[in-house]
Structure formats: structure tokens, C-alpha cells
């Protein structure tokens, strides 16, 4: 296992891992509306590999996708905690959680914000994501009522962490 930055051919793989996670782990926290709400209208042009941000991928020897991640060196304005960069995703095929690719791709994406001079980061972590990033060293700053799309509403948790 190994992680490197993504690249246009892995747009359709990773979609197929954001989905599968997606539908599988979203209903450990969320209704059907939201994982529905979730889950609607991706494509494989949701995933971009252009500007300042990082995007990696967690592939198996063999070559296949089984996690993403991606980071900003610079912190957004929807984010209450006073940080320098931001965790914007980070999702495993669930075939493969416990495995330790999402700490893989969190360390990946921690280290390319550090070489970005970023000294603190936060993220919007879904509700059952928040105990990976806690497990992580991270802490919770507030929970969030995201619109997960067509009007159909969650909490989601911000949590944030020093590099």
C-alpha cells in the first residue's frame, strides 16, 4: 500500500470509492434522506487535480484506488477554529476499513500541509467520522448543520489539530 497524488485517470475510481463509502458507512450516523442527499449526483468531474490543493490517493501494490484525500493550505471561511489549513476529504473503500489507509492518506496529507508551512488544519468530519480523526489526535470545536444537498440537512463535526 501506497500513496501518491492523484491523476486525472483515477477520477472514475475514486468516485466509485467516494460512493461505496458513502453508502456503506453513512448510515452508521445519517437517515436514508441524508445518505441519499449524500449520495446524489457524483460524477467524475467532481474530482479536479488542479490549484493549491492536495489530492492523494491510496493504492494497493496491484494498482487499485482504495482511498482519497484531500487538504488546502489555507483555511476556509465556513470554519469556526482559528487554523492555517484544512482536511477537505478523506474517505476509504470499506472493503479496506481497519487497514490503515485513512491514517495512510491523513499522515500523507498532514505532511504535505507541514511542507506548505501550515502549522494547524481542520475538518468538517461527517458523524461517523469524528472518532477517526479524535483517535487522531484531533479535537471537537463544534458541530455544524451542513445541507447535504436538496435542502436535506446533518450535523457534521469540525475538529481541528496542531502539525
Do not use: K
Not at 508551512?117 to 479524535?134: K, L, M, P, T
Amino acid at each position: 500500500m501506497h500513496v501518491r497524488a492523484a491523476e486525472p485517470d483515477d477520477s472514475a475510481a475514486i468516485l466509485s470509492v467516494h460512493e461505496a463509502a458513502i453508502a456503506e458507512r453513512g448510515p452508521l450516523a445519517y437517515d436514508d434522506a441524508v445518505v441519499d442527499a449524500w449520495h446524489a449526483g457524483r460524477s467524475v468531474d467532481d474530482y479536479t487535480f488542479d490549484g493549491e490543493d492536495t489530492f492523494l490517493v491510496a493504492e494497493t501494490n496491484a494498482g487499485t484506488v482504495v482511498g482519497f484525500g484531500i487538504a488546502l493550505p489555507e483555511c476556509r471561511d465556513h470554519l469556526v477554529a482559528d487554523v492555517d489549513g484544512e482536511v477537505t476529504a478523506l474517505y476509504v473503500d470499506p472493503n479496506r476499513a481497519g487497514e490503515g489507509v485513512g491514517t495512510l492518506l491523513l499522515d500523507a496529507l498532514h505532511g504535505s500541509l507541514r511542507e506548505q508551512d501550515v502549522a494547524s488544519a481542520a475538518c468538517w468530519a461527517s458523524a461517523n467520522a469524528a472518532s477517526f480523526y479524535e483517535r487522531r489526535g484531533y479535537e471537537r470545536v463544534t458541530t455544524h448543520r451542513h445541507e447535504f444537498g436538496d435542502g436535506v440537512t446533518g450535523d457534521v463535526v469540525e475538529l481541528w489539530t496542531s502539525l
